[in-house]
């Protein structure tokens, strides 16, 4: 069987101007060899501004969402061809705050998966449960329903890769235990089409617990939010997936 490829995802969200490239091409130089895929997700405004930064270096540029049509009247909205135009090689999709702030559901996220596709992007699906459905017990549940849900026809290695976010740990300091995580990589692994596509973790990911993280069976890397807007601390976290 193909192992699956290791990737550090940074998602800068909706943080970054323009001056904020200068961390980016700090990463590129402090992981000139890196032992995986590392990748930085700004937003849409530095797409382009970032994939000239770090242009011929390790690191590779990707969007955080795009619609699922071609083009057309979407105000405000990015298409995957554009996202590629800018330079982007990845796309982000269903990230828990796109399904609750913008209502996406499942089926949307395929559609949006699909268009990725054909436009030539890897989609990054996230999946994750919230804290009320962890209490009660659902997470297997709702976790693998999303990832039927959210894949498209089609989904392999080549252009998919799936991030574990459980809701109630992003952005809050609180991770689950290396029990937790270890028992919904290995349910995922055994649901996808492929089982060489890529699963990373999300959730508070920082260079402090990234070694332990990273030493659980079928986590394949990481989609990191906050540490990835330094330099520092987002090469911390890509120096110990290269060593795991």
């Known amino acids: 069987m193909t192992k699956a490829c290791k990737l550090a995802a940074g998602n800068w969200k909706m943080n970054g101007l323009r001056a904020d490239l200068e961390q980016a091409r700090i990463l590129a130089q402090a992981i000139a060899k890196p032992n995986c895929g590392v990748l930085l997700c700004p937003p849409a405004t530095l797409i382009a501004a970032m994939a000239d930064a770090v242009a011929g270096t390790a690191v590779m540029v990707g969007g955080q969402d795009c619609h699922a049509q071609i083009s057309g009247a979407h105000t405000g909205d990015v298409s995957a061809q554009m996202l590629v135009d800018s330079g982007a090689r990845y796309v982000i999709l269903g990230h828990s705050e796109r399904r609750a702030d913008h209502g996406e559901s499942s089926v949307d996220v395929a559609a949006k998966a699909g268009a990725a596709h054909g436009a030539g992007l890897v989609a990054i699906i996230c999946v994750g449960e919230t804290e009320a459905e962890r ?101 911390a976290i890509i120096s110990a997936l290269g060593a795991a």
């Open 135 to 235: 209490d009660s017990g659902q997470t297997l549940d709702v976790v693998l329903g999303q990832l039927a849900a959210s894949l498209p026809e089609g989904a392999t290695a080549a252009n998919t890769v799936i991030a574990y976010e459980p809701v109630w740990a992003i952005g809050t300091g609180r991770t689950p235990t290396l029990e937790q995580i270890a028992e919904v990589h290995d349910a995922l692994r055994e649901s996808l089409p492929d089982a060489a596509i890529s699963l990373l973790y999300g959730g508070s990911v920082k260079p402090g617990n990234a070694t332990e993280i990273f030493a659980i069976a079928n986590v394949d890397g990481a989609l990191v939010g906050g540490a990835s807007l330094k330099a520092e601390d987002f090469g």
